[in-house]
């Protein structure tokens, strides 16, 4: 065991992780190229703009995987959700029905955030939240029904924890692609 340098901070998104694995994160990011490693593994975000393109973008994964499960009354961003630490599982329960005469309203939210990343970011969490409509808890029926949907849950949920450590420590990245950045093409 060695101690902390004095610039080290834990790695709130990251304590799951072994040691071994956040000494790494911590490298990258003393070297300033936990965001080059990050967009050279995503080169470039995905397209979903809109709260109707997103709720397209989360039932054409339900229709493909989960077809019996609750149906969807309502997808959308939600700039509110700052810190996604449900979706990273953390068991911060938000409760997304208020009151009980709401029975089986189900409404997805992603945190604005998401309008911005990757597609495999975008993927992760949407598949996370349509877990939700089967299994409450992030137990091992959760995972092994995110995995089902995505085979590379795991690996993307801790690239989505390294982007989140990212901003944390230098903000949000210019992904290719993104509306006004000048790699975007030219659409159709
Ligand atoms: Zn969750």
Known sequence: M???SASQRPLKYLSAYPAQVTAQVQQLLADGQLGTVLLRKYPSAHAVRTDKALYDYVMDLKNTYLRNAAPINKVSFDSKLQVIAHALGTHTTVSRVQG????AKHEIRIATLFKEVPDAFLR????HELAHLKERNHDKAFYQLCTYMEPDYHQLEF?????????????KLAW???AGSPASGPGG
């Open 159 to 171: 690239d989505v924890r390294l982007y989140l450590t990212h901003i944390d420590a230098a903000g």
């Open 176 to 178: 290719p692609g993104l």
């Open 100 to 103: 009980s005469k709401l029975k």
């Open 2 to 4: 060695s101690l902390p």
């Open 124 to 127: 992760m969490i949407a598949v």
